[in-house]
């Protein structure tokens, strides 16, 4: 069973930066593409971010410029660098497999930007 365990998560002022990391266990990791998604109360989830198994990435363009996402294979995990934060990424972000999400999702990591 494929577990995904995000964490980085916290309340940061606008203007911040985060650093999320994503591990994924049960899985082959390397060949899947990943990326990062976000949720708010009373929003559907939307994808921001994505990488390919070789590196390749894109974004969502508002977060375009100031999110980076990296993966490193040997250790399951995908990353999210977040700079310049404002008030509107505050969410619950996840991680899953793109552009499909196949796998369940877990409890995310929840971001606070005030103002």
Do not use: H
């Not at 940061?12 to 266990?25: F, I, M, P, Y």
């Not at 049960?26 to 994505?50: D, L």
């Not at 100031?66 to 404002?86: G, H, W």
Request: proline share 3%.
């Amino acid at each position: 069973q494929v577990q995904l365990v995000e964490s980085g998560g916290g309340l940061v002022q606008a203007g911040g930066s985060l650093r999320l990391s994503c591990v994924a266990s049960g899985t082959i990791f390397s060949y899947r593409r990943m990326g990062w998604y976000r949720q708010t109360p009373g929003k559907q989830r939307e994808q921001v971010a994505a990488i390919s198994s070789g590196g390749s990435t894109n974004y969502a363009d508002s977060v375009k410029d100031r999110f980076t996402i990296s993966r490193d294979n040997a250790k399951n995990t995908v990353y999210l660098q977040m700079n310049s934060l404002k008030p509107e990424d505050t969410a619950v972000y996840y991680c899953n497999s793109v552009p499909v999400a196949v796998w369940n999702w877990s409890q995310g990591t929840q971001v606070t930007v005030s103002s």
